[in-house]
């Protein structure tokens, strides 16, 4: 079946702007997961949907940042006033998440963002 | 929250050569160790996970080792080739989000020369 997809690829901004990337995770999938990764350094967690739940806001770096997750399935991701620092690729992934045990992540193929 | 060590940073084997990459975690009630491969500009994909009900776990030429006591496991990769050529994450889960979201160790990259 198909894998997540996100959109744009490529989002070029300039600072002060807002941007928002999109995710369509794995039909089915309960969970999703909004990853940072900055050029050559490891996955920094973002925030985490599982269901209908509110979401899991921990590793949001500022207020700048917002995600929404519509009827389940389908996130926003947002970052308002872009700052040059934001610049990465924002990752999201999905799991179809059990009962007590971390499920596999499925990610997909990002979007790279740069800010000028 | 669950911090991981990952090393080493770069690794350079020969064609055929082992590579082993060790990661260490401080959450001692983790329970879900996995592995993924990274090529230049794709995403991360799943290459082996290990669950704490097992000490070790293999997959062809590739293999996961637990050790919970001194919480630390290990990729093992036999027979490199060059397509094996990538950069390898390990993770844990994040005590913070109900051991649900992921913490990365920083990664490690592969080149097996040919």
């Known amino acids: 079946g198909a894998g997540v997809s996100q959109s744009p690829s490529n989002k070029v901004t300039e600072k002060g702007k807002d941007v928002e990337l999109r995710c369509d995770p794995i039909s089915g999938h309960t969970a999703l997961y909004w990853y940072r990764q900055s050029l050559g350094q490891g996955l920094e967690f973002l925030i985490y949907f599982q269901g209908n739940s509110a979401p899991d806001k921990s590793g949001l770096p500022s207020d700048r940042f917002s995600a929404e997750r519509t009827g389940g399935s389908v996130s926003t991701l947002t970052i308002q006033r872009t700052q040059q620092e934001d610049s990465a690729v924002y990752l999201c992934?999905?799991?179809?998440?059990?009962?007590?045990?971390?499920?596999?992540?499925?990610f997909g193929p990002g979007t790279r963002l740069t800010v000028l | 929250g669950e911090n991981v060590e990952q090393h080493p940073s770069t690794l350079s084997v020969q064609e055929g050569d082992s590579a082993v990459i060790k990661c260490t975690y401080s959450?001692?009630?983790?329970?879900?160790f996995p592995w993924y491969k990274q090529e230049l500009g794709k995403r991360p994909q799943l290459i082996i996970d290990i669950r704490s009900n097992v000490g070790e776990k293999k997959d062809q030429r590739i293999a996961v080792t637990l050790n919970k006591t001194a919480k630390h496991f290990s990729l093992h990769i036999t027979e490199t080739q060059p397509e094996d050529s990538a950069v390898y994450f390990c993770?844990?889960?994040?005590?913070?989000?109900?051991?649900?979201?992921?913490?990365f160790g920083s990664g490690t990259r592969l080149q097996v020369q040919p």
């Open positions: 959450d001692s009630a983790s329970n879900y």
């Open positions: 993770a844990a889960p994040r005590q913070d989000t109900g051991r649900r979201a992921l913490t």
């Open positions: 992934a999905s799991s179809n998440t059990g009962g007590g045990v971390t499920d596999t992540q499925y």
